[in-house]
T-cell receptor, first 117, second 114 residues
Framework: AQKITQTQPGMFVQEKEAVTLDCTYD???????LFWYKQPSSGEMIFLIY??????QNATEGRYSLNFQKARKSANLVISASQLGDSAMYFC??????????????FGAGTTVTVRA | DSGVTQTPKHLITATGQRVTLRCSPR?????VYWYQQSLDQGLQFLIQ???????AKGNILERFSAQQFPDLHSELNLSSLELGDSALYFC?????????????FGPGTRLTVL
């Protein structure tokens, strides 16, 4: 079963506007972590932000914030004040901690963001 | 720069050949993870090592093997290569073997099998 679902294959956003990337997850593990990574066209995977399942507040890192809705099992990434350099593929990932014997990241299919000038 | 290094950056080889991909984790990180990114499968976990020992296995083919050395660098060996093995191979590292440590990724090795 798909553990991470990203339903938006591609999105366009105007420079300086905000964009929300959707991510829903599926787990019965009470302890898990949610991550967002950015992959520009050059190919590297860049860590952006992390949210733990027990964290009470939504994570923020500069222009990135994570809208964590635990009951709905969603962890949407919000990028504020988009810049041309934000054009990239964005991946949502989950790491189950409580019951799993391994700590691999399970990735979604990714969302391509294109920022227009 | 994540602090994780991978060599080579690009590798072009023929079917049936064997290659070795190398990864050096961030300073102080004990865990190394290998992932494969392909167009049809997306990002898939292959294997994890922690302080020299295999900790977890994912969708790793029997033709593939890995190890982590005493200096904590890791190598992923791919043998009897097939066209379908063409992919971007990432190494990631984290401080420990569990919890919710962030995994930091290297720049990847792009393997092309002709």
């Amino acid at each position: 079963a798909q553990k991470i679902t990203q339903t938006q294959p591609g999105m366009f956003v105007q420079e300086k506007e905000a964009v929300t990337l959707d991510c829903t997850y599926d787990t019965s593990d009470p302890s898990y972590g949610l991550f967002w990574y950015k992959q520009p066209s050059s190919g590297e995977m860049i860590f952006l932000i992390y949210q733990g399942s027990y964290d009470q507040q939504n994570a923020t890192e500069g222009r990135y914030s994570l809208n964590f809705q635990k009951a709905r099992k969603s962890a949407n990434l919000v990028i504020s004040a988009s810049q041309l350099g934000d054009s990239a593929m964005y991946f949502c990932a989950m790491r189950e901690v409580g019951r799993s014997n391994d700590y691999k990241l399970s990735f979604g299919a990714g969302t391509t963001v294109t920022v227009r000038a | 720069d994540s602090g994780v290094t991978q060599t080579p950056k690009h590798l072009i080889t023929a079917t049936g050949q064997r290659v070795t991909l190398r990864c050096s984790p961030r300073s102080g990180d004990l865990s190394v993870y290998w992932y494969q990114q392909s167009l049809d499968q997306g990002l898939q976990f292959l294997i994890q090592y922690y302080n020299g020992e295999e900790r977890a296995k994912g969708n790793i083919l029997e033709r593939f093997s890995a190890q982590q050395f005493p200096d904590l660098h890791s190598e992923l060996n791919l043998s009897s290569l097939e066209l379908g093995d063409s992919a971007l191979y990432f190494c990631a590292s984290s401080p420990t073997s569990g919890g919710v440590d962030t995994q930091y990724f290297g720049p990847g090795t792009r393997l092309t099998v002709l």
